[in-house]
């Protein structure tokens, strides 16, 4: 199985950037699909976006963040990246980075889907 460890969270003002990082170890993930969530507390955890492992990669992003957040992957370093711009107060959340050896023609944004998964990171957006 593939351990995650995420990074890069922290403090910012809304309108700050910051990126997510999460590096994966044990075995290689270049074959899976690689997934960011979050959870705010009293919430369910959501899906952020979501890369597979296709050449090129489809990606897919929640409405909430589209066009602000990016994902991106680089199998030789085992990591997948999330770029977040023009951060919002709502963003505010644990960021988790979770990952699937699963088969799917279309890429998937539910938690059940996605097998392994990181330990979060918080991220903190102040108005």
């Known amino acids: 199985q593939v351990q995650l460890v995420e990074s890069g969270g922290g403090l910012v003002q809304a309108g700050d950037s910051l990126m997510l990082t999460c590096v994966g170890s044990?075995?290689?993930?270049?074959?899976?699909?690689l997934g960011w969530f979050r959870q705010a507390p009293g919430n369910e955890r959501e899906f952020v976006a979501g890369?597979?492992?296709?050449?090129?990669?489809?990606?897919v992003y929640a409405d909430s963040v589209k066009g602000r957040f990016t994902i991106s992957r680089d199998d030789a370093k085992s990591t997948v990246y999330l770029q977040m711009n023009s951060l919002e107060p709502e963003d505010t959340a644990v960021y988790y980075c979770?990952?699937?050896?699963?088969?799917?023609?279309?890429?998937?944004?539910?938690?059940?889907?996605?097998?392994?998964w990181g330990q979060g990171t918080q991220v903190t957006v102040s108005s």
């Open positions: 044990g075995r290689d993930f270049s074959g899976h699909s």
């Open positions: 979770a990952g699937s050896n699963r088969y799917s023609p279309t890429l998937q944004s539910t938690v059940d889907w996605y097998n392994y």
């Open positions: 890369i597979d492992w296709r050449s090129p990669s489809r990606i």
